[in-house]
């Protein structure tokens, strides 16, 4: 199953066109996508079912600019830092020994295709594949992990490097990487059970058409299964909430000298069985000044 937020309204997308849920279920199901993530079981079955296809229309020309943010609301976001041996080495810091783990606060999530305002000139790309939890999550086993995810969806981790750096020796990765739009989630859900190998996604990032990031989650220091079940030993994973895999090496940091992203770039975001996300760079007319604000 494949599921988008089109103009905030949950919609069932197939091949032959798409299904509104709350009118193809005779309002059983709400049109909030946030709000399927605490009935996912029953959601998903109805989904599956003939009921769901039976209403297919087809889709009004490309979906692109209406479509918002798969998850909207997510409770929590997580993300998982240097998940990829290659950017540990990139950034020049170790291999973890357990997941780093940070938060994107929720208000950073954004729509899919859009505007991505620059708050400073240190904005770096991360592609990362996401996933959104399914059912309650509290100690479980790595064996245990899939069934608790509803399904997987495309990410960036942008990052304002200044800013996340700022604070010397103890940098504030949670704010530097928590601006507006800095979080987008799409172009759509997709259920665990459309991947040959869940544990095997292809994801990229273009940066004006030229492949700057390519990678697979099989490459991932530690999997969907050892994140998942790992932070459900910490804190309870609420149906809705997101977690950010982790990003692969060819980040701007990375490179020499520093790239880092200028208005009017565009980054194309691509994650396998997901889709495309695009980004379109914008410098803002009055740049982000912590030293300034703080006088
Ligand atoms: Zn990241």
Known sequence: MR??????????MFETGIVDVEEASAGEFSPDVQALFPVWDAFSAWAASDAAAVATVPAPGPLGAALEAVVPRPGQVFAVGLNYREHAIEAGLP???VPLVFTKFPSSVAAPHGV?????????????????????????????????????????????????????????FSLGKSFEGFTPLGPVLTTVDEFDNPDDIVLETRLNGES???SSTADLVFTVPQIVSYLSHIVTLRPGDVILTGTPSG??????????????DEVTTYVEGVGEMQHLCRAPEVPFDPIALLA
């Open 95 to 97: 291999i973890p020994e």
């Open 3 to 12: 599921l988008a937020n089109l103009q905030g309204r949950a919609t069932l």
């Open 251 to 264: 980040v701007g940091l990375g490179l020499q000298p520093p790239r880092y992203l200028v208005d009017g």
């Open 212 to 214: 700057v990031q390519k």
């Open 116 to 172: 991505l305002e620059l708050p400073t000139d240190q904005v770096d790309w991360e592609v990362e594949v996401a996933v959104v939890i399914g059912r309650t999550a509290r100690r479980i086993s790595q064996a245990e992990a899939w069934r608790h995810v509803a399904g997987v969806t495309g990410s960036q981790d942008f990052s304002a490097r200044d800013v996340q750096l700022l604070g010397g020796a103890k940098p504030q």
